[in-house]
């Protein structure tokens, strides 16, 4: 035997030493399973340490259905699970691309679906050092900041899912030098030729060079990742005492986020719109809302996000959602006191002195949309329910969408703001409305 030759590797080596604390004691991984060379290395890896740590393996994989060859790539998975006494579970997902999105970005989205309905202590990724500097250049080439650049950490819990990638330190490189030496066969996606796909450009076009150039360019990135980690991790720390400190119940004070630093108070808007699940503003829409903040335009300033604004009013800045109310909705026999779910909010109806007259509670009343130029009856007269709103304080975006009560075909309440004076009780109700 040549003694030169190079050994096998021994199976495990290329697993970090150390793992996360969370993955202490007996705990159960999930891999990520694609078929392809690098989820094949980590399961093979894994599949071998279980023997020496004692934990539970089981994989998963995504049927995206998106290329001819997908069938396949569930049966090679199926095989080598089965060879290996690891799990299997299989799902299907439906990548519909609407509007403005890309393919790969619903896939991604569909999949971390399926991740979290694992009931596994971690799902882990084959993720790698090549795969996290093109993630770093993506992210700088698409002008992200701190967090965008932190992109692909090691550890990540979200929510109840955790994401374990343990290969960031190692290159594709090595990955296929040891699923050679062990003989581990894969399945190749031709979509990762396609350099239509920015990821795939970087990947063949541009990283040869740097690597001929620069060969240690990927170290260097993932420095650069871990070093934007830590700033993210202090943003956020930073942003989030700054909320809390500026929050009076759900709307924010502008006085308390003007007394802030400029960078302060985009983080605290950044960190805001992230926490109440929306996508965050362009830098440029957030600077012109700032602006105006500052600047104290009178009336209403908004910042518009995906499905709902962050609207100036009267020195507080509150969310609105885009919520498109029903033109009817009629509603049951009601109760006093009772707090009913409809469209878009909900209703409270509560006891009032004076008040509407509580037979009026059995049944006929609806909930309509503003349709323009309605009129209310009060003591003297009737008023506009344009008038009634702004009187109100109510903000001009939630006014062109709230509801109005109806008895019949008569208007008898603009909830929460007036009601019909005409048929007032001595002990009755009136109807509040709670925007979603
Ligand atoms: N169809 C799949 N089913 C299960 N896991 C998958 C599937 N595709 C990819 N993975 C897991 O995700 C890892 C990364 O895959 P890939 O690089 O294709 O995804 P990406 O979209 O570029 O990454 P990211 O999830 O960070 O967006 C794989 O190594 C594998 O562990």
Redesign the pocket.
Known sequence: MDATRKRPRKAGSLLPDHWPDELSGQCRLE????G?V??MV?LHLLVAARKERGFELCA???H?GLSAEADAWVAHCARVCEAWQVPLRVRRVAVRVEGGQSL?AVA?RE?YRVYRESTADAVV???HQD?LAE?VLLQLLRGGGARALAA?PAWRQDGALALWRPLLARTRDELLAYAREHGIGWVDDDSNLDTRWR?NLLRHRVMPGLAAALPHYRAHLARSAQLAADAAAVLDEVAAADLAACLAGDALSRDGLLALSPPRQRELLRHWCATLGFGLPTPAALESFRGALVAGHAGAVALELAGASLVHYRGRIHLVRERVLPACQPLPALACPQLLRCEAGRLSIEPASPGLPMAWLAGGLSLRARAGGERLAQRAGTRTVKQLLQEAGVLPRLRERWPLLYRGEALVAVPGVAFTQEDRVEAGWRPVWLPD
């Open positions: 891999v990520g399973l694609s392809g690098d989820s980590l998963v994989h995504v995206h790969e991604r999949r990724l084959a993720h795969d993630t692909m990821r």
